[in-house]
């Protein structure tokens, strides 16, 4: 039988949301601009599109973004098999993916999203030329709308992962 483990499922969740976090807060940091697209639409109106070698940082970062979910997501596929003795269902590696990338969605809309950018409001985060603007963060309608696309896209991106596990 094969077994969904949730303190595996919460564990696994939270290094992805820790390894994709040291990313976007790291990046953040370094230029808050190379997460222009995802600033509300009033706060990307008030700077320049982003230059040639921002473009290419932002790539570097996009990387950098890949390389650490998709290491987190091997580290929970190579643990759900060993806990099933080396073979699992399409069905619980699609759930143990799935939950584990929900766990982030829910870090990033809950610790990210509210807790450090809409409370806290560091300067680290905002933009140059956009001070003043920091009520815009504040948006919960926007904060459920990108949790709610977030489930869509971990619901997609579950299924080559278990693919991957199950075959």
């Given at each position: 039988?094969?077994?969904?483990s949730?303190?595996?499922?919460v564990?696994?969740?939270?290094?992805?949301?820790l390894?994709?976090?040291?990313?976007?807060?790291?990046?953040?940091?370094?230029n808050?601009?190379?997460?222009m697209?995802?600033?509300?639409?009033?706060?990307?109106?008030?700077?320049?599109p982003?230059?040639?070698?921002?473009k290419?940082?932002?790539?570097?970062?996009t990387?950098?973004?890949?390389?650490?979910?998709?290491?987190a997501?091997?580290?929970?596929g190579?643990?759900?098999?060993?806990?099933?003795?080396?073979?699992?269902?399409?069905l619980?590696?699609?759930?143990?993916?799935?939950l584990v990338?929900?766990?982030?969605n829910v870090f990033?809309a809950v610790?990210?999203?509210?807790?450090?950018?809409?409370r806290?409001?560091p300067?680290?985060?905002m933009?140059?030329?956009?001070?003043?603007?920091?009520?815009?963060?504040?948006?919960?309608?926007?904060?459920?709308?990108?949790?709610?696309?977030?489930?869509v896209?971990?619901?997609?991106?579950?299924?080559?992962?278990?693919?991957?596990i199950?075959?």
């Amino acid at each position: 039988m094969f077994t969904l483990s949730l303190p595996q499922v919460v564990v696994d969740g939270l290094i992805l949301s820790l390894a994709l976090s040291v990313v976007i807060l790291g990046s953040l940091y370094l230029n808050p601009r190379l997460w222009m697209h995802d600033y509300p639409a009033d706060m990307r109106a008030k700077v320049p599109p982003l230059t040639r070698r921002e473009k290419q940082v932002q790539l570097v970062v996009t990387v950098l973004f890949l390389a650490a979910g998709v290491g987190a997501l091997v580290w929970a596929g190579t643990r759900l098999l060993a806990a099933n003795g080396g073979q699992v269902t399409f069905l619980t590696a699609y759930v143990h993916i799935f939950l584990v990338l929900n766990i982030f969605n829910v870090f990033d809309a809950v610790v990210l999203d509210y807790l450090l950018i809409a409370r806290l409001k560091p300067k680290f985060v905002m933009m140059p030329g956009t001070a003043g603007m920091e009520y815009l963060f504040e948006d919960w309608g926007m904060h459920l709308r990108n949790y709610l696309k977030g489930i869509v896209v971990c619901a997609v991106l579950a299924l080559p992962a278990a693919l991957l596990i199950a075959f």
